[in-house]
């Protein structure tokens, strides 16, 4: 869980420059720090603007206090471990305890002031990436700003001039420090509460990583063969599931901070993209999707009614985006007789495992792993394995679910009679004998 231990103090106004000395020490909030990767209850607002607050999936919101009309907030870029799914931690650079950071959350036209301190072993920035905010808040080292060198504290203000979806991340050695994951998602919900409102609404952040098998470290020169397909830097089977209620009009928000488009791909449903890091969509331009590619730098934000019970397929459609770390270098055996080749194997490497004469389908498969990764495919479902990693979820779609209620819901329970089923083959027809060529025929 996150701590807010003593949200106190006075800040005096300060410019976007380094934070030094005792007397602005005290007056920095205290950083809240959060040591879980599962998605925590919506942080509800407690004063200013009434607002819909975001759930992140395997994430939190970050806590605020006030001070006078300015809302404060504490980053801290520090290293983290974090869990990719049971069974695989990678050691990565984050903000708060956690890769992907904590999601900031204000209202249209609020005033903020972001605290960022430098626990890394280089210096940072933080860039507020498609946020119209003033040049020199901007966080474009040495253009914008003196790069934060380690140990020091930075603050950032400006005022919430959109409302939308946004992200943020460095720009300050970029291309290490965002592949070791640093990054986060900012919401700046609509002044007016009543602007396309919705009942529930999820947030998350995708990247991609390559983690060698039997490493804890990703090799952050990689720029196209990854391994680690994630979303807020988990896989699948350990990416939340979305719990929605029947008849809820669900918003979910999407960032791309990896190396590629990412087509996303909802079951079960049509949906209408609606804001993009630029801004709203006019209701005029929006057009009936089941699947929205998702650039690399960009944020897409899709609304849905969830008009149809029942666990729905939630993912990536690049198919080798729906797996793990063992996928990668394998040839393709589909069709080549295992039997001479196993043999020979085996006086090699007797645990080896010869694979693929008929396909990849793992799900019974039992096999010995290297340390710290996830086979190419996992998961199980009441029907039996389900054969998916990396960029996979499920919208959850139930009855009766209370307005806060984001707890996994369990399988559904199918109505009888509306699940696919088996059915005994035709019996084998009688052989039909060839007509005579009606041209060879004498009248």
Same mark, same amino acid.
């Given at each position: 869980?996150?701590?807010?231990?003593?949200?106190?103090?006075?800040?005096?106004?300060?410019?976007?420059?380094?934070?030094?000395?005792?007397?602005?020490?005290?007056? !920095?909030?205290?950083?809240?720090?959060?040591?879980?990767?599962?998605?925590?209850?919506?942080?509800?607002?407690?004063?200013?603007?009434?607002?819909?607050?975001?759930?992140?999936?395997?994430?939190?919101?970050?806590?605020?206090?006030?001070?006078?009309?300015?809302?404060?907030?504490?980053?801290?870029?520090?290293? &983290?471990?974090?869990?990719?799914?049971?069974?695989?931690?990678?050691?990565?650079?984050?903000?708060?305890?956690?890769?992907?950071?904590?999601?900031?959350?204000?209202?249209?036209?609020?005033?903020?002031?972001?605290?960022?301190?430098?626990?890394?072993?280089?210096?940072?920035?933080?860039?507020?990436?498609?946020? !119209?905010?003033?040049?020199?808040?901007?966080?474009?080292?040495?253009?914008?700003?003196?790069?934060?060198?380690?140990?020091?504290?930075?603050?950032?203000?400006?005022?919430?001039?959109?409302?939308?979806?946004?992200?943020?991340?460095?720009?300050?050695?970029?291309?290490?420090?965002?592949?070791?994951?640093?990054?986060?998602?900012? &919401?700046?919900?609509?002044?007016?509460?009543?602007?396309?409102?919705?009942?529930?609404?999820?947030?998350?952040?995708?990247?991609?990583?390559?983690?060698?098998?039997?490493?804890?470290?990703?090799?952050?020169?990689?720029?196209?063969?990854?391994?680690?397909?994630?979303?807020?830097?988990?896989?699948?089977?350990?990416?939340?599931?979305?719990?929605?209620?029947?008849?809820?009009?669900?918003?979910?928000?999407?960032?791309?901070?990896?190396?590629?488009?990412?087509?996303?791909?909802?079951?079960?449903?049509?949906?209408?993209?609606?804001?993009?890091?630029?801004?709203?969509?006019?209701?005029?331009?929006?057009?009936?999707?089941?699947?929205?590619? &998702?650039?690399?730098?960009?944020?897409?934000?899709?609304?849905?009614?969830?008009?149809?019970?029942?666990?729905?397929?939630?993912?990536?459609?690049?198919?080798?985006?729906?797996?793990?770390?063992?996928?990668?270098?394998?040839?393709?055996?589909?069709?080549?007789?295992?039997?001479?080749?196993?043999?020979?194997?085996?006086?090699?490497?007797?645990?080896?495992?010869?694979?693929?004469?008929?396909?990849?389908?793992?799900?019974?498969?039992?096999?010995?792993?290297?340390?710290?990764?996830?086979?190419?495919?996992?998961?199980?479902?009441?029907?039996?394995?389900?054969?998916?990693?990396?960029?996979?979820?499920?919208?959850? !779609?139930?009855?009766?679910?209370?307005?806060?209620?984001?707890?996994?819901?369990?399988?559904?329970?199918?109505?009888?009679?509306?699940?696919?089923?088996? &059915?005994?083959?035709?019996?084998?027809?009688?052989?039909?004998?060839?007509?005579?060529?009606?041209?060879?025929?004498?009248?």
């Amino acid at each position: 869980m996150f701590s807010r231990r003593g949200f106190l103090g006075t800040a005096a106004l300060v410019s976007a420059s380094a934070v030094s000395g005792r007397v602005q020490a005290a007056s !920095i909030p205290e950083a809240a720090h959060m040591d879980k990767a599962v998605m925590q209850p919506p942080l509800h607002p407690i004063s200013g603007p009434d607002y819909h607050p975001v759930v992140t999936l395997n994430g939190w919101t970050l806590p605020f206090r006030m001070n006078g009309d300015w809302k404060e907030f504490h980053l801290v870029a520090e290293p &983290v471990v974090r869990e990719f799914a049971e069974g695989m931690k990678v050691n990565l650079w984050g903000y708060n305890g956690q890769s992907p950071g904590p999601t900031i959350e204000a209202v249209e036209g609020d005033k903020v002031r972001i605290f960022v301190t430098n626990r890394l072993p280089e210096y940072t920035t933080v860039h507020w990436h498609g946020m !119209i905010i003033p040049s020199g808040m901007d966080g474009v080292g040495g253009l914008t700003q003196p790069h934060i060198e380690p140990g020091k504290t930075f603050v950032y203000e400006f005022e919430m001039k959109k409302s939308g979806t946004f992200m943020y991340h460095p720009h300050s050695d970029e291309m290490v420090q965002m592949a070791m994951g640093m990054m986060g998602m900012v &919401v700046v919900h609509p002044r007016d509460p009543n602007f396309r409102p919705v009942d529930r609404d999820f947030v998350f952040v995708m990247s991609t990583h390559r983690v060698d098998p039997g490493t804890y470290l990703p090799r952050v020169n990689e720029m196209t063969d990854f391994n680690m397909w994630t979303w807020n830097a988990r896989v699948f089977p350990g990416i939340d599931p979305l719990p929605v209620r029947l008849g809820d009009k669900v918003r979910v928000r999407i960032g791309n901070l990896s190396m590629t488009n990412h087509p996303i791909h909802l079951h079960g449903h049509s949906f209408a993209v609606t804001c993009t890091d630029g801004g709203w969509i006019p209701e005029s331009a929006q057009y009936p999707e089941t699947t929205t590619d &998702v650039p690399v730098g960009a944020v897409r934000v899709f609304d849905v009614l969830a008009d149809n019970p029942g666990d729905w397929a939630f993912h990536c459609h690049k198919s080798h985006h729906t797996m793990n770390a063992m996928g990668h270098d394998m040839r393709n055996m589909i069709g080549v007789s295992r039997k001479d080749l196993a043999k020979a194997v085996g006086k090699l490497a007797p645990d080896a495992m010869v694979m693929g004469q008929s396909g990849m389908a793992m799900g019974n498969m039992e096999m010995p792993a290297p340390d710290n990764t996830l086979p190419m495919m996992s998961g199980a479902g009441q029907f039996g394995p389900i054969e998916m990693g990396g960029m996979f979820t499920v919208m959850k !779609i139930r009855e009766g679910l209370a307005r806060d209620d984001y707890r996994d819901p369990g399988p559904y329970q199918f109505p009888q009679g509306t699940v696919a089923y088996e &059915v005994a083959p035709p019996a084998a027809e009688p052989a039909r004998q060839p007509a005579s060529p009606a041209h060879k025929m004498k009248m």
